[in-house]
Antibody, heavy 121, light 111 residues
Framework: QLQLQESGPGLVKPSETVSLTCTVS??????????WAWIRQPPGKGLEWIGC???????YHNPSLKSRVTISVDTSKNQFSLKVRSLTAADTAVYYC?????????????WGLGTQVTVSS | QSVLTQPASVSGSPGQSITISCTGASSDVGTYSYVSWFQQHPGKAPKLIIYDVIYRPSGVSDRFSGSKSASAASLTISGLQAEDEADYYCSSYSTSSSLVVFGIGTKVTVL
């Protein structure tokens, strides 16, 4: 069974950069038919798609976040990562990693449990 | 980024059927049959319950069904049960948001 697990620092200061990693187990991230995505959810609010990456390193980003976000993949470690720069309190959220089939990029069929990121001084 | 429009809340009594709408535009729901629905219980990760408008992943109850007409997709929950009380989100492939857009979410309450 495929499993995804997010990891990150939890608490970060405003204006800094947060780095999150998603470790995939039970399957290869190099599979040709899937995107690997980041999605976040601010407290009490809805889901926001951040972006995704294909194992060839092709990326897609939410236009509202594109200038502050970098998504990368490390196939040797079966991991993909997210960096968000210039953090503000509005970036406080639970960050999820997820998988979506290339043929249906909006149907995220496997999710991690999520990792809380709090932006505060 | 545009988001898909959903009602903030829907409620029903056990055994009843309810329908949640998800309204988009020609750049997403109106043109593409790549609409998915997710169920999210408090403190949990979302769970895929419908994909490609009408299909259920293995293991998802057949009480959940999806449909689409023009720029609006719908999720129907039949035979409402207490365990269905959760937040529900739609998503769609979108050409205006670089790939994916989510709905704002609907809270389902079982009376």
């Amino acid at each position: 069974q495929l499993q995804l697990q997010e990891s990150g620092p939890g608490l970060v200061k405003p204006s800094e950069t947060v780095s999150l990693t998603c470790t995939v187990s039970g399957g290869s991230i190099s599979g040709t038919n899937y995107y690997w995505a980041w999605i976040r959810q601010p407290p009490g609010k809805g889901l926001e798609w951040i972006g995704c990456i294909y194992y060839t390193r092709s990326t897609y980003h939410n236009p509202s976040l594109k200038s502050r976000v970098t998504i990368s993949v490390d196939t040797s470690k079966n991991q993909f990562s997210l960096k968000v720069r210039s953090l503000t309190a509005a970036d406080t959220a639970v960050y999820y990693c997820a998988r979506a089939p290339m043929a249906a990029a909006a149907s995220f069929d496997f999710w991690g449990l999520g990792t809380q990121v709090t932006v505060s001084s | 980024q545009s988001v898909l429009t959903q009602p903030a809340s829907v409620s029903g009594s056990p055994g009843q059927s309810i329908t949640i709408s998800c309204t988009g535009a020609s750049s997403d729901v109106g043109t593409y049959s790549y609409v998915s629905w997710f169920q999210q219980h408090p403190g949990k990760a979302p769970k895929l319950i419908i994909y490609d408008v009408i299909y259920r992943p293995s293991g998802v109850s057949d009480r959940f069904s999806g449909s689409k007409s023009a720029s609006a997709a719908s999720l129907t929950i039949s035979g409402l049960q207490a365990e269905d009380e959760a937040d529900y989100y739609c998503s769609s492939y979108s050409t205006s948001s670089s790939l994916v857009v989510f709905g704002i979410g609907t809270k389902v309450t079982v009376l």
